[in-house]
């Protein structure tokens, strides 16, 4: 990338956009030293949910890239034969899932009138194609029923407005301001949605051939995606049907739905969470996960087995405290597979139906189990600190090998060299464990020094993993040498781990981190007076944390963060962030003000920019503007990056994520070794 001088009398951001696209010359020197460029990014391609076909032949699978002209991400679906030959497109559109015979597929793609539909492709030499829905809102969580006559998905449906008015003496013609928006719902808006408080999500059943979708759920309440029985009887969700539930607080019960008279029966009933349920394949038990109540921050769900008819309930996952990702039944009842991460990877174990758990797979890689047949042929993602993820298939039931069976990046990836990646353990406060990687540019000489970036993942309860990270690679590819860890409240180290920041966040994470930079700059590698630190949401609330309580870094970027509980609690999208108090704040405000990043403001030294979508409803920009306000009141060195077309997060959009590297860069380009730039 082609670098700015400093003399330049441009305004900063209208020089970094004008640097946005290398030059030919730097386009040339990068070729030639074969490392990853920001460009490439535009080219590298994602595959999702393969899917097995019944008799282990064929796997069908999502394949996206970015539509560079319309700056938005698109998919398709591609097959290939089980070895992975004959691999070729098939129709546009995602989440392919075959019919229980094999011969059909169902997924969604646009269609009329407008929006996302469900399509049927039949799976022979013709190819037949039938959009079975024309529905005004989009399908969720589409499954076939056992015998392939029927697709259960999941739909928002509208709601009659709580009430308005009608003011009167409007003559006829005339032009009147719209009505105001009444809102009398607690949960009345979600990042990325919007206003949701004028609908519910319910279960609807249609037949594959196409039809009239029928509606299975009723009533003002939210229903999650349904799971059909063996017999294809009943669908099965969670959801909390009760009067209070608006105001209720992690807790969710199972209940089933006949499909032919849709009535609706209550399986569990105990206070807490109660969720997932997975019928078995041989139609008498059903697996579940569920919690007790609790207010802990952070605890992972048990997996529970209970009859059909809800007696019976029962722990089988003991005390296996792992956060799982995914769950399906072995096609012979005899237990589930359960997909968790733990230590940043992720793998696959067993939960027998008798409580014995083992290990299926193990290894530093991120391995996403999306399908397998009767006989355990299996097909899954994998994804490597090095490798973007590509499909793979093994056996479930002997010696794991992956066998590699698409190669989508190796066309643009070929000959590019890539960024060392080492996982470090250290010791932090009160005797905890943390894990980190470092990341090293690819002509990493131990003897020189680099400038050095601190990233903080959001959640809290995140996971930094061993995936391939396109956005770490890319910047270590410019000389940086990067440090990510999984400090105390992160999740994939059990619930006391994740548990520990309850009612202290931020807090001892803090030292977490900073543990981590010491044992960085103990290597000896890093220019001490080049060390940034950034991150969004979470990370941006500890980011804001860290500037307060240390002057060590020469520059900072707080992206999407929350810099004042009192504020945020009731403008975030829900009001579930109440609870993560001792108090509310009306009772006693000290605790909000404390965790506060806001209020150590005064502190701050290190210039600190603030990256933020405009459309963000869950830091929403207020948070961010009021930061920057505080940091230009106290005179420190700061700068507002306000995002177009993102909600939560910068980089959605392919267009904006360039625009969050260069930013970043371009920020702490201009503080390296003390260096500053007035604006």
């Not at 080219?43 to 394949?63: C, K, W």
Request: glycine share 10%.
């Amino acid at each position: 990338m082609s670098v700015p001088t400093f003399r330049s009398q441009a305004p900063w951001f209208l020089v970094l956009i004008a640097a946005t696209l290398p030059s030919l010359a730097s386009s040339q020197t990068d070729a030639e030293n074969k490392k990853l460029t920001l460009e490439m990014y535009l080219d590298l391609e994602s595959v999702s949910n393969p899917q097995i076909s019944p008799d282990g032949a064929r796997i069908v699978y999502t394949r996206g890239w970015v539509d560079k002209m319309n700056d938005r991400r698109e998919s398709s679906i591609w097959i290939m034969n089980a070895d992975g030959n004959k691999n070729h497109f098939l129709v546009d559109g995602s989440g392919p899932l075959w019919s229980p015979d094999g011969s059909r597929i169902a997924y969604t793609a646009s269609g009329e009138p407008d929006g996302s539909q469900i399509f049927v492709r039949w799976m022979d030499d013709e190819g037949a194609t039938t959009q079975i829905t024309r529905l005004e809102k989009g399908p969720g969580g589409i499954a076939w029923s056992p015998d392939g006559e029927s697709i259960s998905f999941s739909m928002n449906v509208d709601g009659e407005p709580a009430w308005s008015v009608t003011p009167p003496g409007r003559p006829d013609g005339a032009t009147w301001t719209e009505g105001p928006k009444v809102v009398t719902r607690a949960d009345y808006r979600q990042d990325r949605q919007g206003f949701v408080d004028e609908g519910w999500q319910h279960v609807f059943v249609v037949p594959a051939e196409g039809g009239t979708p029928r509606q299975l759920t009723n009533g003002d309440w939210n229903h999650s995606t349904g799971r059909w029985t063996a017999d294809g009887s009943e669908l099965l969700f969670s959801s909390l049907r009760t009067e209070d539930s608006e105001l209720s607080w992690r807790e969710s019960e199972i209940y089933a739905v006949n499909v032919a008279t849709e009535e609706i029966r209550q399986l569990t009933t105990r206070r807490g969470q109660d969720t997932g349920p997975l019928p078995s394949p041989r139609g008498d038990l059903v697996a579940y996960r569920g919690s007790d109540f609790n207010t802990d921050t952070y605890r992972n769900s048990g997996v529970y087995l209970m009859n059909l008819d809800g007696s019976g309930s029962r722990l089988i996952s003991g005390d296996f405290d792992r956060n799982i990702n995914n769950m399906e039944w072995a096609h012979d009842g005899s237990g589930v597979y359960v997909t968790i991460s733990y230590q940043g990877a992720r793998n696959v174990h067993f939960i027998s139906t008798q409580g014995a758990v083992s290990e299926v797979t193990s290894g530093a890689h991120m391995l996403g189990l999306s399908s397998f047949t009767d006989q355990g042929f299996a097909v899954a993602t994998l994804s490597s600190p090095q490798v973007p993820a590509d499909i793979v298939s093994f056996d479930l039931d002997g010696p794991i090998t992956f066998r590699q069976l698409t190669n989508v990046n190796d066309d643009i990836m070929a000959g590019i060299t890539l960024a060392d990646v080492e996982e470090i353990w250290y010791e932090s406060l009160d005797g905890f464990q943390i894990q980190g990687w470092i990341i090293k540019p690819p002509d990493f000489d131990p003897s020189e020094k680099y400038p050095l970036m601190l990233s903080i993942h959001g959640g809290p309860h995140g996971m930094y993993n061993v995936g391939f990270n396109f956005a770490w690679q890319e910047h270590a590819a410019n000389g940086y040498v990067i440090l990510y860890t999984n400090p105390r409240g992160s999740s994939g180290y059990g619930s006391p781990f994740g548990n520990a920041i309850k009612n202290a966040y931020p807090g001892k994470d803090f030292n977490d981190l900073m543990n981590g930079v010491d044992l960085v700059i103990a290597r000896g590698y890093v220019d001490e007076q080049s060390m940034f630190v950034y991150g969004c949401s979470g990370g941006g609330v500890l980011t804001s944390w860290v500037v307060g309580h240390t002057n060590r870094f020469a520059a900072a970027s707080a992206n999407c963060p929350v810099t004042n509980w009192l504020s945020f609690v009731g403008t975030t999208d829900g009001i579930g962030w109440y609870r993560n108090f001792e108090n509310f704040p009306w009772d006693d405000p000290s605790e909000h003000l404390r965790r506060s990043p806001l209020m150590y403001v005064g502190n701050v030294t290190t210039p600190t920019m603030l990256m933020t979508g405009v459309d963000d409803l869950r830091t929403p920009m207020p948070q961010t503007e009021e930061y920057y306000a505080a940091l230009k009141v106290m005179g420190v060195e700061t700068a507002m990056i306000r995002f177009n077309n993102e909600w939560h997060g910068t980089s959605s959009t392919p267009s904006n994520f360039l625009r969050t590297q260069l930013f970043l860069r371009e920020w702490f380009k201009r503080h390296e070794q003390g260096r500053s730039i007035t604006f």
